[in-house]
């Protein structure tokens, strides 16, 4: 049985922001400003020699991350939520308590992989997000395999994964997003082009740095939006996810931003990003312009933005004390969760 081809010749228009209730608003900016806190205890912690390994960091994509989760079903029987690296803020919304995000930087037995592994690759079937790997388009054919079991099994559930733009440089990106344009799986792809791949510009790994054209050319409906502006990536979801829902087949998002420092803490990026455009998108910071959108548009009182931080603050700390507090796991677990076990009466 075939399919009928769809006309994929313009590209769609981004959905007008929705205008949500200040409450909404406000739940945003609590998230954004969650993210942020935890990440810049982390770097502190990670400095202190607290944290083994590297720690990366998102700073200036909060709005993607936030913007990208919020439309989502929560919970292990919700949608499928696969981030990665630059998203902390994804895995707060999807459900995942800040004291574990801790645990997990600092390898204790609370953490969501039991010890096993660190920084981002975090997972759980309790909020149905698959642990990450660290190469980046991995988790799209699993993503695609994840909306089309939705699909064939009749649920009304969508399957989202995020990746930066050197992923879509990658052969797993491709063979991805070709069969869930052809099986039509409820999936929506992010796209966060912030213009490095670990030291190499975009200019110098794809001819395409227009990402959603990549999308366009499976047949696949795509937009670009600005990944700086957590109303419009809400918005942009949102219907993505309306549209997956209904049906309609996969859908595309690329989300146009900047990466606030190196590939990871260790990296001396002062030697190949130029200081004057590190400059000129930190007067585009995704807080800064929530923050104002909500005094002079909504004019919410500076109390209650202050009010929100001073939570945040509290909140960070007591999840930064119970994760320090946290033991190890006994070396006797080193083995379990690594093999599935096998049916001894089989």
């Known amino acids: ?96 308590p800040v004291w574990r995000m801790f645990a997990q930087f600092m390898g204790k037995a609370g953490s969501t992989t039991r010890g096993k592994d660190g920084n981002l690759h ?18 799209i054919p699993l993503t695609v395999g994840a909306a089309l079991a939705y699909k064939q099994r009749g649920e009304d559930r969508v399957a989202v994964t995020s990746f930066g733009d050197g992923a879509t440089s990658r052969g797993d990106f491709h063979e991805g997003l070709n069969i869930a344009a052809v099986l039509e799986v409820p999936a929506v792809f992010v796209a966060e082009n912030n213009r490095w791949a670990y030291t190499t510009p975009i200019s110098k790994q794809t001819k395409v740095t227009d990402l959603y054209k990549k999308a366009l050319g499976y047949g696949i409906p795509a937009i670009e939006v600005d990944g700086n502006d957590v109303l419009a990536v809400y918005s942009a979801m949102s219907e993505a996810v309306a549209h997956c829902r209904a049906g309609r087949g996969p859908r595309f998002i690329e989300c146009k931003t900047y990466r606030m420092a190196g590939h990871a803490a260790h990296d001396k990026y002062e030697s190949y990003m130029p200081m004057e455009l590190l400059a000129e998108w930190s007067d585009k910071d995704p807080l800064k312009r929530l923050e104002q ?43 379990l969760g690594v093999f599935a076990e096998a049916d001894t009466d089989a």
């Open 122 to 139: 975090i997972g759980g079937y309790e909020w149905n997000i698959p642990c990450q790997v660290s190469h980046m388009a991995d988790m």
């Open 293 to 335: 959108a909500l005094r002079e548009e909504r004019t919410i009182d500076e109390a209650k933005l202050e009010g929100i931080r001073t939570k945040v603050k509290d909140e960070v700390h007591e999840a930064v004390e119970r994760a320090d507090d946290d033991g190890f796991a006994d070396p006797s677990e080193a083995h």
């Open 1 to 96: 049985m075939s399919t009928p081809a769809r006309n994929i010749s313009a590209v769609p228009e981004p959905a007008p922001a929705p205008r949500i209730s200040d409450e909404e608003a406000l739940n945003l900016y609590y998230w954004m400003v969650l993210t942020r806190a935890t990440e810049e205890r982390a770097l502190n912690l990670y400095r202190q020699g607290k944290l083994p390994g590297s720690y990366y960091t998102g700073r200036g994509q909060e709005a993607i991350s936030v913007g990208m989760a919020a439309p989502l079903r929560r919970g292990a029987d919700g949608d499928w939520l696969s981030p990665w690296i630059r998203d902390l803020g994804s895995y707060l919304v999807h459900g995942v």
